[in-house]
């Protein structure tokens, strides 16, 4: 079946790193995304990635292999307004999202 | 970014009624749509894709005779709540690709209370 995988819920402290993982089983693949989530609101668009590596934006980096099964989103430099869930959702041969359940991440001062 | 307007942004709604929410596509022509469903606290559950001119494809265990879909044009997909039940109240998401199918954006969301 298809499953992707995340963290429930994480804690980090503004100012500092923190790098969100998330494993995925899919029929075919055609790329991998991040999405932020705010309580209450829609998801926004932060990355995708479907070639092997890291990908920089800013203060946001997303990370694929392919080969595990793997990526990550990395936030340098927390702000307080980065409190929010993140969503990883993998794209099958269909082309259709297949979401993980979300990491909340709280950011502490 | 490709933008995508939901209307409206929240209703309340006696049970018993019917509720429609409209999406769209508002810098770039969608071919397909997608409708979710977001419960407090909850991942995004697709209902269902909608690609213009055709019906909409409907996920395992979704009434397709209660949640009505119509993607009348390139620009514009419509859901339908019809007979709304307060079990029926949640947060309804659209979402719509541009033209490179790996870029999916969403609409700001439609909270529906039905009392």
């Known amino acids: 079946g298809q499953n992707i995988d995340q963290p429930t819920e994480m804690t980090a402290t503004e100012g500092a790193i923190v790098q969100i993982n998330c494993t995925y089983q899919?029929?075919?693949?055609?790329?991998l995304f991040w999405y932020q989530q705010h309580a209450g609101e829609a998801p926004t668009f932060l990355s995708y990635n479907v070639l092997d590596g890291l990908e920089e934006k800013g203060r946001f980096s997303s990370f694929l292999s392919r080969s595990k099964g793997y990526s990550y989103l990395l936030l340098k430099e927390l702000q307080m307004k980065d409190s929010a869930s993140y969503l990883c959702a993998a794209m099958d041969s269909n082309y259709q999202l297949i979401w993980g359940a979300g990491t909340k991440l709280i950011i502490k001062p | 970014g490709a933008v995508v307007s939901q209307h409206p942004s929240w209703v309340i709604c006696k049970s018993g009624t019917s509720v429609k929410i409209e999406c769209r596509s508002l810098?770039?022509?969608?071919?397909?749509m997608f409708w979710y469903r977001q419960f407090p606290k909850q991942s995004l559950m697709l209902m269902a894709t909608s690609n213009e001119g055709s019906k909409a494809t409907y996920e395992q265990g979704v009434e397709k005779d209660k949640f009505l879909i119509n993607h009348a044009s390139l620009t514009l997909s419509t859901l339908t709540v019809t007979s709304a039940h307060p079990e029926d109240s949640s947060f309804y998401i659209c979402?719509?690709?541009?033209?490179?199918?790996?870029?999916?954006?969403f609409g700001p969301g439609t909270r529906l209370t039905v009392t």
């Open positions: 810098d770039f022509q969608a071919t397909t």
């Open positions: 899919t029929s075919g693949f055609n790329g």
């Open positions: 979402s719509a690709n541009t033209a490179e199918p790996y870029e999916q954006y």
